[in-house]
């Protein structure tokens, strides 16, 4: 009885297989009866081509003791090693929020504890103004404006210590919101 013979390609398709797994079969049994090459005009000139007996008795496995194919262990690989990745950029991305979360709340701290001493600074400069006023006409002299601009000079400095500490602590939450 005469055997028919398929390509690479029928055999991926006919018995559902890999086209690796196919050429690792031909590469095995190229050199006996079931492996045959036949010419075409292409790059290597040949094809070869497999027993469709051979592949039948060779492919044949009972269906309890099948193991899965190449492409599923792969997939199953694949899909642990994603969810491994997935779950590491859940975990930093956690870390982040929390970082974010305690940077903004640092913030807002910040912000009041500046708008609690802009408060005590108007205060501040309103009792000296009341005060130079009530001096200045009590007692015409020079030292009433120079004590204002002392005081003027020192509400100045601490607002802008306040201001760089704040822009610092923004600089601070984009910097670790990158890396």
């Not at 028919?4 to 297989?17: P, Q």
């Not at 210590?161 to 939450?173: D, G, P, R, T």
């Amino acid at each position: 009885m005469e055997s028919k013979y398929i390509s690479i390609k029928d055999v991926v398709a006919r018995y559902e297989i890999s086209t690796s797994k196919a050429r690792k079969i031909v590469n095995e049994y190229k050199h006996t009866a079931n492996v045959q090459t036949s010419k075409i005009n292409g790059r290597h000139g040949f094809k070869y081509q497999i027993s469709i007996e051979f592949l039948d008795e060779l492919l044949k496995v009972a269906p309890d003791k099948q193991a899965p194919p190449l492409a599923e262990k792969f997939d199953n690989t694949l899909l642990i090693q994603l969810q491994t990745t997935n779950n590491q950029l859940c975990k930093q991305v956690d870390t982040q929020n929390d970082i974010i979360k305690n940077l903004t709340t640092t913030l807002q701290e910040q912000q009041k504890v500046v708008i609690a001493q802009s408060l005590q600074i108007s205060r501040l400069s309103e009792r000296t103004s009341s005060n130079e006023q009530h001096a200045q006409w009590n007692n015409p002299s020079d030292q009433g404006p120079t004590t204002t601009k002392k005081t003027t000079t020192i509400e100045l400095l601490i607002i802008v210590v306040l201001l760089i500490c704040i822009v610092a602590a923004i600089a601070y939450l984009f910097i670790s919101i990158v890396n």
